[in-house]
C-alpha cells in the first residue's frame, strides 16, 4: 500500500520535510497534488474522517495525518527512521518541533503582520523581521543544533542515538533553506556550527537523497515558499 502525500504542488514547503523522509526510505508514495492540482487534497481536508487543518498531511488506507512533526513520527518507525524506545522518540519529536518553530520564524520574515496580505504590502515589518532573524534567530537555532550534535550520548555524528533519523533530514532541509533565503547570513552562522554543515553533507551525499535533489521530484526553491530569496533581508 503507498502512502499518499497531500500538499502545494508548485512549493518545497513544509511538505518537503516528509518527503525527505520518503525518499531516503525508498517508501513507495504517491505525491498527488502534482498530478491534479490540489482537487483532491481540497476536498480531503472537507471529507476526511481526521481532517487536517492545512497540509501537507499523509494518507496510508483509511488513516490521514497531518501536522509535519506528527507525520514524521507517526512513520519514522515504519520506515526505520526513529531511534527504539519511548523516550528517545520522544526526544526526536522535540528536535523536529524545534526546527518546526524555526521554519514558521523563516516563513514570519516575509509574512510578518498579515499572513492573507502579500509581502509588497508589509515590506518595512518585514525587514525588521528579517533582520532580528538574520542577526540572532538563525545562530540561536543552528548553535542549539550543534549542541545537540556535539553532546549525542551515543557518539554518533547524528542528532540522536547511532543512526541517522528523519529528524536529521529536517535539518538538512532548514540548512538547505537557510543557505537560500539568507546566503551570507546563513554562512556566517555555518561557519561556527561544522556539526550542522556536515549532517548536511552527510544527508546530501546519501544515494537516495542525492537521487531525489538531481530529480525532478524536488521542487526548487522559489519565492512561494517558505524560504525566499530577497536580497534586502540578507543584510
Keep these: 500500500m503507498a502512502y499518499e502525500l497531500y500538499y502545494w504542488p508548485t512549493i518545497q ?18 505525491d498527488v497534488s502534482r498530478q491534479d492540482d490540489g482537487e483532491a487534497m481540497m476536498r480531503l481536508m472537507k471529507t476526511a474522517d481526521t481532517p487536517a487543518f492545512a ?3 499523509l494518507k ?4 490521514t ?14 520506515l526505520g527512521l526513529a531511534p ?8 526526536v519529536n522535540q528536535v523536529q518541533l524545534t526546527l518546526a518553530d524555526l521554519v514558521v520564524e523563516a516563513h514570519d520574515t516575509h509574512h510578518p503582520v498579515d499572513l492573507a496580505a502579500y509581502y509588497d504590502e508589509q515590506k518595512p515589518e518585514a525587514a525588521r523581521r528579517a533582520k532580528g532573524f538574520r542577526d540572532q534567530r538563525i545562530g540561536k537555532f543552528l548553535g542549539w543544533a550543534e549542541r545537540v550534535l ?9 542528532l540522536a542515538g547511532d543512526r541517522m533519523t528523519y529528524a536529521d533530514l529536517s535539518l538538512f532541509q ?3 533553506g537557510l543557505r537560500y533565503a539568507f546566503p551570507q547570513a546563513a554562512a556566517r552562522v555555518m561557519r561556527d556550527t561544522p556539526r550542522v554543515v556536515a549532517v548536511r553533507d552527510r544527508v546530501a551525499a546519501l544515494p537516495r537523497i542525492a537521487a531525489y535533489l538531481d530529480s525532478p ?5 522559489n519565492e512561494d515558499g517558505i524560504f525566499r530569496r530577497y536580497p534586502e533581508f540578507d543584510g
Excluded: T
Excluded at 495525518?65 to 515504519?78: E, F, S
Excluded at 556535539?150 to 547524528?158: Q, T
Design 13 to 30: 514547503g513544509r511538505g518537503e520535510f516528509v518527503r525527505l523522509a520518503l525518499e531516503a526510505a525508498g517508501a513507495d508514495y504517491v
Design 55 to 57: 497540509p501537507p498531511f
Design 60 to 63: 496510508l488506507g483509511e488513516r
Design 65 to 78: 495525518i497531518g501536522q509535519v512533526a506528527a507525520i514524521l513520527a507517526w512513520i519514522g518507525p515504519q
Design 84 to 91: 527504539d524506545g519511548d523516550s528517545d522518540r520522544a526526544w
Design 150 to 158: 556535539e553532546r549525542n550520548r551515543a557518539g554518533s555524528d547524528w
Design 174 to 176: 532548514v540548512a538547505e
Design 217 to 221: 521530484r524536488r521542487i526548487a526553491f
